[in-house]
């Protein structure tokens, strides 16, 4: 079995959440190359291309869905293009939405459009906003407010004015528990759950990346966040088809309702760390059985 892992050019020093699935991958004889994205490469040569670090795709998003469509085509991508498409802009998260799956309160900006932030913030009670665009990832962009500070609020007016001419953006309720609690996540391979993970950012913060000095820790979902991460999972795979790996994240409110905030299902870090060596195998024969069945039908 040959297979590429798509990666990018400029990957941290710092990641090596990866490297104990490497570990497994030469367990079971599995050669593998790891590649950017970009390269010039013919990926017909692999039995299949997996999706992992390639994160710097939301600055080139046009390129990066050419890319994605061109490979596809010379051999099987996972997660497979149709799931890659529906998860690359976080419309998706309005679907769910509508789906019956609890999400973050939302208001929807979209592209071209002019909207009055402060407005928008009076109809629902609002005190404290949160900004972030619908395509992005590591905190691109993401902006917090408070009503209660002209500064801020112009500075989110203006937020709102300048990216709405190029982009869709979401608008929600600051949920101040992540700077506390943080963000939780599950992690499934084969719409199993196979471990979780606390991300706490640095005090004041709001930040759950690594980029940003945020620290994780082993977490277990809880009864009510392994309900909604397997209804999202069961919706994608009615829409687009069944993800080998998806990772679900949940924001709280103070009450400890969870939110579905992400459902990341094209480069998110798995935190084989927190997974231990289980979690490794689990995701290591879930894609040998999927390149094996492609290749068998």
């Known amino acids: 079995m040959n297979l590429a892992i798509a990666s990018c050019r400029d990957l941290p020093d710092w990641e090596k959440d990866d490297l104990p699935f490497f570990s497994e991958l030469d367990a079971l004889d599995i050669n593998y190359q790891i590649l950017p994205w970009d390269t010039d490469c013919d990926w017909s040569q692999f039995d ?3 999706l992992r670090t390639t994160w710097d795709y939301q600055e080139r998003i046009d390129e990066f869905m050419q890319w994605i469509d061109r490979v596809s085509r010379q051999t099987q991508l996972l997660n497979p293009k149709p ?3 529906w998860n690359s802009h976080k ?3 309005r679907e769910l939405e509508q789906a019956g799956i609890a999400i973050t309160p ?5 592209r071209g459009q002019t909207y009055d932030v402060a407005a928008l913030m009076g109809k629902h009670g609002w005190q404290r906003g949160f ?5 992005g990832a590591n905190a691109r962009e993401c902006l917090r407010f408070s009503l209660s500070s002209e500064e801020e ?3 989110a007016q203006q937020h709102v004015d300048r990216l709405c001419t190029k982009e869709d953006l979401v608008l929600q309720p600051y949920l101040a528990n992540v700077e506390t609690f943080g963000e939780t996540s599950g992690i499934f391979f084969n719409g199993k759950y196979s471990h979780g993970t606390r991300k706490v950012p640095v005090k004041g913060d709001f930040r759950v990346q690594d980029d940003y000095g945020a620290s994780d820790f082993v977490y277990h979902l809880s009864e009510a966040e392994q309900e909604l991460a397997e209804k999202a999972i069961q919706h994608v795979t009615a829409q687009v088809g069944a993800p080998l790996y998806a990772r679900v994240d949940f924001l709280h409110h103070k009450d400890g309702a969870a939110f579905v905030n992400e459902l990341e299902l094209i ?3 798995l935190f084989f760390r927190h997974g231990g060596k289980e979690s490794c195998k689990m995701f290591a024969q879930a894609l040998v059985n999927a390149i094996k069945h492609t290749h068998q039908s």
């Open 48 to 50: 299949a291309c997996l």
């Open 83 to 85: 799931i890659i498409e």
């Open 153 to 155: 609020l112009s500075a």
């Open 91 to 93: 419309r998706y998260l």
């Open 267 to 269: 480069e998110p870090s």
């Open 106 to 110: 939302s208001e929807w900006l979209i």
């Open 131 to 135: 900004l972030k665009p619908l395509i």
